[in-house]
């Protein structure tokens, strides 16, 4: 049985559960709910929870093994003399049986050897799925058939489904922990086996970047300069642009929506502004390498001054233009929070509108303003797109925002774009980049937690 219909199926008995617990729950009651320690609903919860929670259990751990298993199994039946082959040679050939099971294109020739492995594979797979249907729906229904059988008047049946769920959201909440714990080791590992080979002072402080290592003794063009701060430098200079951009219109914006503009106004003018962060970023990216950037280089050429195809005004414009939103929403839900006591002391004492947001409503905002300019840092730290089309590939060190420069996020894309050796410096060089890019954004985001978690407790 394939696997989503053994999920249907799965469910189908749940249901069934479900109805059966309720109407179990109903009968030992006698009719009179108040008989009950629990809802009946909370019997059928039950009932189907443990119809359902143990088997889809078991089945996502034999999925997640069951081709390293039967992989195992058929390469342990494999002839002497192809299994010595080595390992890159025995993958290939997994790849293949692989492939003739499925039905698709092999690399080479098909052998009966490897035809009899297919046929091995695809057997033990039909056998494992037999095997694991009837295991399945045995477990639901003798699971939920013991269940049925045990409930009881007294039984707390509410307490036990909310500590089944409880347990649910501890594990989807450890999930999310546990992945970023393994986001952040995969990148640490492979960077310390970067830093084994480049030293990390020539990497933090270095000033040339070309990571073009050499595969052959005479290869010329492959320097092997592994210097980041012109990556630094360029990713400083485009976020600065853009942040230069977007505070100024994002705060004006959330000041004008939050304080002056009508019900009618803001009901429309706020959801508007907030499109531009729903329009992908390779679409700004267009925008900006069509649009933007040669019209600065005609404005350039106009006024007598040498600015680049490509260049890092051109990005950062266009990236300032993408962060508005972000600015704009977050400080109007900020100035919305300030508490409206404030507001009408102003006007009591005889301040005038400007006056209150210029004296009271924009410094008591000030901690939350400055937390989503941080998270905004971060999104114009982080971007990739628009850098790419606009602003080049060149990892030049100039404070010149007329030239063409790069950054972080654009390295880590071309160096693992293709195919790459993970032992090359280039290749674990992307890893590098990643590191310093995760902890940079990582200390924004908690300085900026920190500054709107501490406005949080002055004022609500």
């Keep these: 049985m394939q696997t989503h219909t053994l999920v249907i199926v799965l469910l189908i008995f749940s249901s069934l559960a479900y109805y059966l617990g309720k109407k179990r729950a109903f009968k030992v009651a006698q009719g009179k709910i108040r008989n009950l320690h629990s809802l009946p609903s909370y019997y059928g919860l039950y009932a189907a929870m443990w119809c359902s929670l143990p088997a889809l259990l078991i089945l996502f751990l034999w999925k997640s093994f069951e081709s390293t298993i039967i992989t195992n199994l058929v390469v342990a039946d494999l002839p002497a003399e192809i299994r010595a082959q080595g390992a890159d040679r025995l993958n290939l050939i997994v790849n293949d049986i692989k492939n003739l099971v499925q039905g698709n294109i092999t690399s080479g020739q098909i052998d009966t050897t ?69 986001i952040l080791l995969s990148v640490l590992f492979e960077s310390i086996r970067f830093f084994q080979t480049v030293p990390v002072s020539e990497f933090l402080f270095g000033l040339e970047w070309s990571p073009q290592t050499a595969i052959r003794a005479d290869q010329v063009g492959s320097s092997g300069a592994f210097g980041a701060v012109p990556l630094f430098a360029g990713t400083l200079l485009i976020s600065f642009i853009a942040m230069v951009v977007a505070v100024p219109i994002g705060l004006m914006s959330a000041i004008y929506l939050s304080e002056y503009a009508g019900p009618k106004v803001r009901a429309t003018a706020k959801p508007l502004l907030e499109i531009l962060a729903g329009i992908p970023t390779v679409v700004y990216g267009f925008f900006a390498a069509l649009i933007v950037a040669p019209f600065i280089r005609n404005m350039g050429v106009s006024l007598g001054l040498d600015v680049a195809s490509e260049s890092a005004l051109a990005a950062g414009l266009v990236m300032g233009i993408m962060i508005i939103p972000f600015v704009s929403s977050l400080s109007d839900d900020v100035i919305n929070a300030v508490p409206q006591a404030l507001r009408d002391g102003a006007y009591g004492l005889g301040a005038t509108q400007s006056e209150t947001i210029r004296k009271v409503i924009f410094p008591a905002a000030l901690p939350g303003i400055v937390g989503g300019i941080l998270l905004a840092v971060s999104r114009a730290i982080g971007e990739t797109m628009i850098v790419v089309m606009a602003a080049g590939l060149s990892a030049n060190l100039t404070a010149n925002p007329l030239q063409a420069v790069t950054t972080v996020t654009v390295q880590i894309v071309t160096l693992l774009t293709g195919d790459q050796e993970f032992d090359s410096p280039k290749t674990l060089a992307a890893f590098a980049l990643g590191l310093i890019l995760f902890v940079v954004t990582l200390i924004l985001n908690v300085i900026a937690l920190t500054v709107v978690r501490k406005y949080r407790e002055q004022y609500e």
């Design 114 to 182: 490897l035809s009899a492995a297919a046929e091995h594979y695809a057997n033990l797979q039909a056998s494992g799925d037999a095997a694991l249907t009837v295991l399945l729906l045995s477990l639901a229904v003798g699971a939920s058939a013991m269940v049925l059988m045990r409930i009881k008047a007294h039984q707390r049946a509410r307490n036990a489904v909310e500590n089944i769920l409880q347990g649910l959201l501890v594990i989807c909440s450890s999930i999310a922990i546990l992945t970023t714990i393994g």
